[in-house]
């Protein structure tokens, strides 16, 4: 395997680390994973998930709640509340 030396500024550089240490692989894989999807050589390489493309949205908003899911009169009226909606727009 040949090497290659690439200089990044500090704050690629970071964004690359975050990323293998999140895939639990090491910068040299990230990198070549990702010149491979770059150039087309690998067309076994899976597209990117939806949790992939939407990863940075996941926790940006918060209810203030912590107990929607297990509170059986919080869903009833969100249930309600999506049929009066959903009622309104058919009214329209």
């Known amino acids: 395997m040949n090497a290659l030396s690439v200089k990044l500024p500090t704050d690629?550089?970071?964004?690359l680390s975050r990323?293998?240490?999140r895939r639990n692989?090491?910068?040299s894989t990230l990198v070549r994973?990702?010149?491979e999807q770059a150039i087309g050589r690998n067309p076994d390489?899976?597209?990117?998930s939806c949790a992939d493309l939407a990863g940075d949205l996941v926790g940006v908003v918060r209810s203030g709640r912590t107990d929607l899911a297990?509170?059986?009169r919080l869903?009833?009226?969100?249930?309600?509340?999506?049929a009066r909606r959903?009622?309104?727009?058919r009214r329209r």
């Open 12 to 15: 690629l550089y970071a964004a």
């Open 19 to 21: 990323e293998a240490r």
């Open 25 to 27: 692989v090491t910068r």
């Open 33 to 35: 994973e990702l010149i």
């Open 45 to 48: 390489a899976a597209p990117p």
């Open 70 to 72: 297990t509170n059986p």
């Open 75 to 82: 869903l009833d009226e969100a249930v309600a509340l999506d």
């Open 86 to 89: 959903a009622a309104a727009d």
